[in-house]
């Protein structure tokens, strides 16, 4: 389990589905579930063990990032007119953001920035999620410190999408809802995030 502190996110009621709505058995024979994962995990999000075959559509991007819309239109051909495009093709109802503790992308925000060679993306996607590890946490070791920023760069990909007017509308019409999950690659169990207890917990 990692615990995080309460307070760092302001999610509005409804946003999260339970794990049980995704675990439970469906005669679903077309895409229901968006996961969004990193490009760095291959082809593991393909293999989730309670999915039906053809229920869930991937999309991979490095780090599992996704822009918000304001970061849309300063970096055209970003992933958000891809994430539209699924939306008006599928009926999803559930999207998962699922990062995982092995993410050589996260390995490399953490490393020191000299700001001269800030990479557009990495500092368009990493600031938010370090910014809230540094300030918030005291992390006692390298790995501790990786692992949260893993599981804060999951929850704020979520804040990004719902900066999208399509996608609050689906959310507050009761069309979809977010799951945060975050895979430890050597023991591929997955943690889902409850925003009840402020933390990523086994699934």
């Given amino acids: 389990m990692f615990r995080l502190k309460a307070g760092l996110h302001n999610f509005q009621e409804g946003v999260f589905g339970s794990t049980s709505d995704l675990t439970c058995p469906t005669n679903v024979r077309k895409p229901d ?6 490009s760095g995990q291959g082809t593991a999000p393909d293999n989730v063990s309670f999915g039906n075959p053809g229920r869930f559509s991937i999309l991979q991007h490095f780090g599992a ?5 304001s970061e849309c239109k300063e970096h055209e051909g970003l992933s958000c007119d891809g ?8 009926d999803f109802r559930h999207v998962i ?11 490399y925000w953490l490393q020191p920035v ?3 060679h800030v990479n ?12 809230l590890v540094d300030k918030n946490y005291v ?3 390298d790995a501790e410190r990786c692992a949260l920023m893993v599981c804060k760069h999951v929850l704020c990909q979520i804040e990004n999408l719902l900066t999208h007017p399509f996608v609050v509308e689906r959310v507050l019409a009761e069309k979809t809802s977010f799951h945060g999950w975050v895979v430890d690659d050597e023991t591929a169990r997955v943690l889902g995030y409850s ?3 402020s933390a990523f917990v086994p699934i």
């Fill in 139 to 141: 992390p006692h070791t």
């Fill in 83 to 90: 994430v539209k495009t699924l939306f008006d093709r599928h």
């Fill in 33 to 38: 579930t968006l996961m969004i994962a990193c």
């Fill in 97 to 107: 953001v699922c990062g995982h503790l092995g993410c050589a992308v996260i390995r």
């Fill in 120 to 131: 557009i993306l990495r500092q368009q996607f990493e600031k938010r999620a370090r910014d």
């Fill in 114 to 116: 000299i700001e001269q």
């Fill in 195 to 197: 925003s009840e207890k």
């Fill in 65 to 69: 990032s996704m822009p918000s819309k």
